[in-house]
């Protein structure tokens, strides 16, 4: 009996130890709410990242918080050369400011000029950063908020607090009139959650949902006849006569259950701090970790894509439509795509529409309308439920030189694919490289990463195009291809082409010329030098003198083949100037060392200075002839421009040059031996000797 009276004392004591607490701390909270509110309202600005070409979604930029820019999920960049933290970037929503601070190895780009790594930058709105030079652009969206003033929201809230000290204040003086509820003890223990055991009144605002459960599974459950005496037992003592001296009326348990609606709202509103911390992103070792967990695929389509006993299966179609970029490879993936074993793959200009004006080039974005209006959209959604990938592949090299604006270009294929009415997937190369069609990056990156995994079965697809190298008046009144360069592109990946009127209209196939040099015909068992009984080098003191296209083989040679051997090369692409290459020529003459010049040496005129300076040392003067042709060489030049990004380009204009000025070497201008070299081609690696026997320019 007397340990009955002492838990009872015992609960009565917590109960108004706890009013008292919630007393207390209630205004301390609303202190916290209060600056906590204020501090997010006074803000005047609302600031966030957004990508003009519309790459990603906008990034927004919170107050005085570190956000880094770079390759992630956020940005969709892919590209390796930019780091995950290329970019710090710093927003006040006060003052509107965005500082800069590029991280990454590789430079960024601030409206058009290099950033210093690790210098603090200030964007303007009109700022255009670039995530690395010239590539992914970024702007500031900045918008201004409307700040409500301090009086009025002070005003606000002291009505308020007021209000709930005035309602507080007449709850205490009804209780001690001795006014009471009308509702039992028994009923007022149960809706506050106090029925389960005396535990649950002492255990915070942790209890509140745990005892409500618990409440109700024991109304649910079947007592037993123990219990129900047990339970008949305690509660007139809980709610009835307490021993302490007094009788506990049932005005304790309506405000008890009044601060149990109170803690509801104070624990909410201290789980919105709680969140709000946890949020919040700053320079410390966990925001950190986190950020480096943001890793960007290298191959997003696996991701959706899952394994079974007959291989990889796409898991479903893409959620959403969007637009991606890779290096200089725009992609844009419809919703609802998906990804299948056959791909039916276009060209886009001059296959699937043409202008609507009749020009050659479209006017304006709207310029354009499907070329065969009844058969393409009836066709290709035949294709679809078929199985097959529709895939739209074109060349756009108009966005790097300035002549289309990549917005515009990317409105345009969205209407398009709207009109045709079924999801499709579109790539577009902007810039000369792998990605260029004939080249057979497209296709590789669009199989490899692109198609969810899933081998794309050759046999079963095909390529469209209308760039097939068709002559003039292959047809009545119709015009030559202007190039080769879809048909070559099927042919290096080898699947079937068809032209737009072969497959739409059911055309029969024509005459097509190829180009003047195939790359699959070199072989590396060809003799290097002709004659084959020809000296490569001399023992003793020579000039050779080098004479070919530029790209034909020539510095290759050089440095393979006489270098070290002792000679010593001349390049004018070193010393910059002939006079240079000449001086060094006959420097190394006196001092008794052979001389190779690695020059293209077109004509008579550039040659007889280095025939008359080995005459002046009394050296005989050899000349080498490269006879690579045109456009061989200019396929080597494709290829270096392909594999080796820090390669100094040379243009068609200077290709065509020399070739107009370019006259075949003979004894007779002083040589002492004319000997022609053949193009013999090493490689290391299998992977570039398979690209180099890939048709690489359009015609």
């Known amino acids: 009996m007397f340990l009955r009276h002492a838990v009872a004392d015992v609960c009565q004591i917590a109960i108004r130890c706890r009013i008292v607490i919630l007393s207390v701390c209630r205004p301390t909270v609303g202190f916290i709410e209060r600056r906590f509110s204020s501090k997010m309202s006074s803000m005047k600005f609302a600031i966030s990242l957004v990508c003009p070409e519309g790459n990603h979604d906008p990034i927004k930029l919170p107050h005085r918080e570190l956000v880094y820019v770079g390759r992630s999920p956020d940005t969709r960049i892919v590209d390796p050369r930019c780091s995950r933290k290329q970019l710090q970037l710093t927003a006040d929503l006060n003052s509107g400011d965005v500082q800069a601070v590029q991280l990454g190895q590789n430079s960024s780009a601030l409206d058009g000029i290099e950033m210093i790594k690790d210098k603090v930058y200030t964007m303007k709105p009109t700022s255009t950063l670039h995530v690395l030079t010239g590539c992914f652009p970024q702007k500031l969206d900045v918008k201004k908020l409307k700040v409500e003033s301090d009086d009025k929201k002070h005003r606000h809230k002291s009505a308020s607090d007021v209000e709930t000290t005035n309602h507080e204040r007449s709850k205490h003086r009804s209780s001690s009139s001795g006014s009471t509820p009308k509702s039992s003890g028994t009923s007022s223990l149960k809706s506050s959650g106090y029925g389960s055991s005396s535990n649950s009144s002492l255990s915070g605002s942790k209890s509140k949902s745990s005892s409500t459960d618990s409440s109700s599974k024991s109304s649910n459950k079947r007592p037993s006849s123990g219990e129900i005496n047990n339970s008949a037992a305690k ?26 609606e109170h803690m509801k709202d104070v624990a909410a509103k201290l ?75 276009f060209d886009i200009d001059g296959t699937i529409i043409t202008t609507q004006s009749g020009k050659v080039f479209p006017t304006h974005p709207g310029d354009w309308r499907l070329v065969y209006y009844k058969d393409i959209p009836k066709k290709l959604k035949k294709l679809h439920e078929e199985g097959y990938k529709v895939v739209f ?9 300035g002549k289309t604006n990549i917005a515009d270009l990317k409105s345009k294929f969205i209407d398009l694919v709207d009109d045709i009415g079924i999801p499709i997937q579109i790539l577009v190369s902007t810039k000369s490289g792998l990605y260029r069609k004939p080249c057979p990056g497209m296709w590789n990156f669009l199989t490899e990463k692109l198609n969810g995994g899933i081998e794309v079965e050759l046999s079963q ?193 200077i290709m065509n040059s020399f070739k107009k000025k370019y006259v075949l070497p003979e004894k007779k201008e002083g040589f002492s031996e004319v000997v022609k070299v053949n193009f013999v081609p090493k490689f290391k690696d299998p992977k570039l000797e398979e690209l180099y026997r890939k048709f690489l320019l359009e015609k």
């Open 235 to 260: 509660k007139p003592k809980l709610n009835g006569d307490g021993h302490s001296g007094r009788k506990s009326s049932s005005k304790d348990f309506a405000e008890n259950d009044d601060d149990s």
């Open 271 to 345: 789980q919105l701090l709680k969140s709000s911390a946890k949020n919040k992103k700053t320079p410390t070792k966990s925001s950190t970790s986190s950020h480096r967990e943001l890793k960007a695929p290298e191959n997003p389509a696996k991701q959706e894509t899952s394994t079974t006993k007959n291989g990889p299966v796409s898991k479903g179609p893409a959620p959403e439509s969007r637009w991606d970029q890779y290096d200089t490879l725009y992609v844009f993936t419809a919703k609802g795509l998906e990804s299948r074993r056959k791909v039916a793959a």
């Open 393 to 401: 592949i074109t060349n756009q090299m108009g966005v790097s030189r």
């Open 461 to 653: 697809s095909f390529y469209v195009g209308d760039a097939a190298g068709r002559p003039k008046d292959w047809a009545p009144k119709k015009k030559k291809d202007f190039s080769c360069s879809d048909r070559l592109f099927a042919l290096n990946i080898g699947i079937e082409f068809k032209t737009p009127e072969e497959y739409f209209l059911g055309y029969p196939s024509t005459k097509y010329s190829m180009p003047e040099f195939d790359p699959r015909k070199i072989s590396p068992k060809t003799q290097l030098l002709d004659p084959a009984d020809a000296r490569l080098t001399s023992g003793s003191m020579e000039v050779i003198l080098l004479a070919g296209f530029p790209a034909s083989g020539k510095s290759f040679f050089a440095k393979k083949y006489l270098e070290p051997k002792g000679y010593v090369v001349v390049n004018r692409d070193t010393l910059k100037t002939w006079q240079k290459c000449v001086a060094l020529c006959k420097d190394s003459l006196k001092k008794g060392k052979s001389v190779v010049v690695d020059n293209t040496n077109p004509d008579v005129e550039s040659r007889a200075r280095y025939i008359q300076a080995a005459s002046a040392s009394g050296a005989p003067c050899r000349c080498f002839v490269f006879t690579t042709s045109f456009e061989h060489a200019k396929h080597n030049e494709r290829f270096r421009e392909i594999i080796d990004k820090t390669h100094d380009a040379i243009n068609d204009m």
